[in-house]
């Protein structure tokens, strides 16, 4: 069974970090690019990072840039995302999925909360 799951999320003070993990089951993760989206309440999904089957290549969105890294173990089948320095505006569900954009992917995981507050 294909299978995507996050883990990580939590409570952080600003300029806290933390590091998620994207596990994946049933596939081969190293096949695939991975992509980092989050959701805020009352916005839409956006893409947060992505990282290319072979890792040459890294994205991320311009509000990210600096802060997070993206990373990928392909022989623990796991992709992760470190965030630093983070900003209660990069509160969210935080979701990875098995391509690099919201159209192109259709497995998502169930998703972490990520908040950041004082």
């Known amino acids: 069974q294909f299978q995507l799951v996050e883990s990580g999320g939590g409570l952080v003070q600003p300029g806290g970090s933390l590091r998620l993990s994207c596990a994946a089951s049933g596939f081969t993760l190293a096949y695939y690019a991975i992509g980092w989206f989050r959701q805020a309440p009352g916005k839409e999904r956006e893409q947060v990072s992505c990282?290319?089957?072979?890792?040459?290549?890294?994205h991320y969105a311009d509000s990210v840039k600096g802060r997070f890294t993206i990373s990928r173990d392909n022989a623990k089948n796991t992709v992760y995302l470190q965030m630093n320095s983070l900003k209660p505006e990069d509160t969210a569900v935080y979701y990875c999925?098995?391509?690099?954009?919201?159209?192109?992917?259709?497995?998502w995981g169930q998703g972490t909360q990520v908040t950041v507050s004082s």
């Open positions: 990282i290319t089957l072979d890792s040459g290549t890294t």
């Open positions: 999925a098995d391509a690099c954009t919201v159209v192109a992917s259709d497995y």
